[in-house]
């Protein structure tokens, strides 16, 4: 697959964060900290909603007492992702409040920085999706003690959005600037699109950017010309003239995404983890519920669109779960990265899940 060149010096950044303030997107990333660099500050609560307005979220929810010896999970999240919907139902409801649980969510631009920010003790839970996490564990198998503990879902929304006056066909990706971020999956999407059109990746660097701010922004300056973009962005890439290559499922590249934590603070804490899984599960029905209300409610906290907010929701698998379709994408993406010399040693990924606390909360799932 490609090489890697980093695109931004730090004067760089700070001068195209300020060309790319005016989008509402971006400048929330920004606000956000969401560079590679690691921790921001996490989005402002909302009002609580009345008990009327919050719907049918259980006892513990309905009832409005917060225990007095509520457990803190601070939790990585990434803009417009579950557990972020989830916080800002929590703001709205006191879906985790109320049950005991008070979730601290800190934003980052990937999942990668959630598992730094675990490694260096900023969080208890991260997510990542399938790449991120076996490449990360396939170059500190012998050190790490991260594990994978629930699958939240498939994100199917990505598209490769590219500058149609650059790339037209598969030839002119030689030439193009590919935008990526060190480390997460778009590596692997960009190396499975160069597989199906016969590309050699090897001829190939790829252009990496902290942020989905600073990708918008070499949009902007023309000096950009492909980044695979989720749903809620795509209209960003939009706005500047180009349009959809191709998505995931053209290039046979399902982006599982997971959450992971570290194996001690799984088993020290099973119970609790447990009991978060169990409430983030009843959070997603409730909004696969009142999508319409939810959705107001996220694109007021995001500045993206409610309508955006809600496509992209319908768009994604929302289940925490361990199936074997889960558990076989890490282990199609681990070979992947071991066949392309990502790591040295191979290993075996289940022995690196902690299926514990989600059989716990939901044995039904656990089915590896």
């Known amino acids: 697959m490609g090489r890697n060149r980093n695109v931004f010096s730090a004067g760089m950044k700070r001068r195209v964060f300020r060309r790319v303030g005016s989008l509402a997107v971006a400048c929330l990333l920004i606000l956000t900290g969401c560079g590679s660099s690691g921790t921001a500050a996490a989005p402002a609560p909302a009002a609580n909603t009345s008990e009327a307005e919050s719907g049918d979220l259980g006892a513990a929810a309905k009832s409005g007492s917060q225990s007095s010896d509520a457990f803190t999970i601070r939790q990585g999240v990434n803009l417009a992702n579950d557990i972020y919907d989830l916080k800002v139902l929590d703001d709205h409801t006191g879906l985790f409040k109320d049950q005991g649980i008070n979730l601290e969510t800190t934003e980052f631009s990937a999942g990668i920085n959630t598992i730094d ?86 001829r190939i660097e790829l252009t990496n950017v902290g942020s989905i701010a600073e990708a918008l922004a070499l949009a902007k300056a023309g000096t950009g010309d492909a980044y695979w973009a989720a749903l809620p ?18 290039v046979d590249a399902p982006m599982y995404t997971y959450l992971v934590a570290n194996e001690s603070y799984l088993k020290e804490n099973k119970e609790e983890v447990s009991k978060f899984l169990k409430v983030a599960q009843e959070g997603i029905e409730y909004i696969n519920d009142h999508l319409d209300e939810s959705a107001e409610w996220i694109s007021e906290a995001s500045g993206i669109d409610k309508q955006i907010v809600i496509d992209s929701w319908k768009a994604n698998q929302h289940d925490y779960n361990l199936s074997d379709d889960a558990v076989s994408a890490l282990k199609n993406v681990k070979d992947w990265c071991y066949k392309n010399g ?27």
Do not use: H, M
């Open 117 to 202: 920010a675990i490694a260096t003790g900023q969080l208890d839970i991260g997510l990542c999706a399938d790449y991120a996490g076996v490449n990360r564990i396939g170059n500190t198998q012998d050190s790490t003690d991260l594990r994978f503990f629930a699958s939240f879902g498939v994100a199917d929304s990505y598209s490769l959005y590219v500058n149609p006056e650059k790339i037209k066909s598969s030839e002119d990706l030689y030439d193009a600037t590919l935008i990526s971020q060190a480390g997460v999956v778009f590596e692997y999407e960009y190396a499975k699109l160069f597989e199906k059109e016969g590309v050699d990746g090897s």
């Open 342 to 368: 990502k790591f040295d040693k191979d290993y075996e990924v289940t022995d690196f899940i902690d299926p514990e606390p989600l059989k716990a909360a939901f044995p039904e799932k656990v089915t590896y």
């Open 233 to 250: 962005f795509q209209s960003r890439f939009a706005a500047y003239g180009w349009v959809p290559y191709v998505n995931l499922q053209d």
